[in-house]
């Protein structure tokens, strides 16, 4: 079995998937794990309309999240190249038992960042969360790669005369959500933004990029546009088939054929 997991994605547990994965053949994660608060995945926000928001969203009981956490941690540990990283995406709620692990596991936080979208839910009883919680840790902090001026030279600077490379690597990073309105979705997604701006700084051209809860299947898709390999697991059939429709047709977003049908009828 010669790199046949390369630039494929599966529709298995990750945990199962990843016993699959030769040691140390990762060079980057970037995830975004189930949230464990009995997410509504079918919610109607800001004037979503649910029926192009898939089935299938898959959540962890808080009670067993912690166990959870150690067993995915786990699997990418064995996998990871001390050369590579991670970067795992959290709400507040469960971040303690997403630290715990890793430090159970001696994994290395190398920066914990801040990415501040436009705005959150509004609420009536305590303040809006309108950030999310970004853990970037390795194994081996000497090996791990870091590029500083990959997305900007070390004598850039904006209007004001900042240094820009200095600004792109603040630890809070202000990024607009994507809304894809008429187009199906999942519930929730990591901006390509976002997920360029990792890929730059901790990874190279051919690296191989994984992703144990695909979702929506950004990370898998971006790494493509990017000239990095991927590989992911999802373990919900209808986010599965969406994200083999996305890169098997180079597709970055797709329209819910039913609602061009009924517009055409009108």
């Known amino acids: ?5 390369e630039n494929k994605i599966f529709n298995i547990d990750c945990v199962e998937g990843m016993k699959n994965l030769p040691p140390q053949s990762v060079d980057l994660v970037i995830t975004d794990p189930p949230f464990g608060i009995d997410f509504k995945a079918k919610r109607e926000n800001y004037h979503r309309n649910s029926a192009n928001v898939l089935e299938g969203y898959t959540e962890i009981k808080g009670k067993e999240y912690y166990q959870f956490t150690f ?3 786990n699997e990418v540990k064995r996998i990871l190249k001390n050369s590579g ?5 959290s709400g507040w709620n469960y971040l303690k ?4 692990a890793l430090d159970k596991l001696n994994f290395i936080v190398v920066n914990h960042l801040i990415w501040k979208y436009q705005f959150g839910v509004v609420t009536s009883r305590k303040f809006v969360t309108s950030h999310y919680h ?3 840790v390795c194994l ?3 090996k791990r790669k870091f590029f500083p001026y990959a997305r900007f030279s070390q004598d850039s600077k904006n209007k004001k005369g900042s240094a820009l490379h200095y600004l792109d690597k603040e630890d809070v990073w202000t990024i607009n959500r994507e809304y894809w309105s008429g187009d199906i979705k999942t519930p929730t997604k990591l901006p390509a933004e976002i997920i360029k701006k990792i890929l730059a700084y901790s990874s190279e051209e051919n690296d191989l990029i994984l992703d144990p809860f695909l979702g929506s299947g950004q990370v898998a898709v971006v790494s493509k546009m990017e000239k990095r390999k991927y590989v992911g697991f999802e373990i919900a059939k209808e986010y599965f ?3 083999l429709e996305r890169l098997e047709t180079n597709s970055y977003r797709i329209k819910n054929q039913t609602e061009i049908q009924n517009c055409l009828e009108i």
Do not use: A, V
């Not at 038992?97 to 715990?100: A, H, K, P, T, Y």
């Open 97 to 100: 038992d997403i630290l715990i």
């Open 85 to 89: 990283s991670m970067y795992i995406f």
């Open 1 to 5: 079995m010669k790199n046949d997991f």
């Open 140 to 142: 081996d902090d000497k």
């Open 241 to 243: 088939d969406f994200i």
């Open 134 to 136: 970004c853990l970037y």
């Open 71 to 73: 067993e995915w941690l």
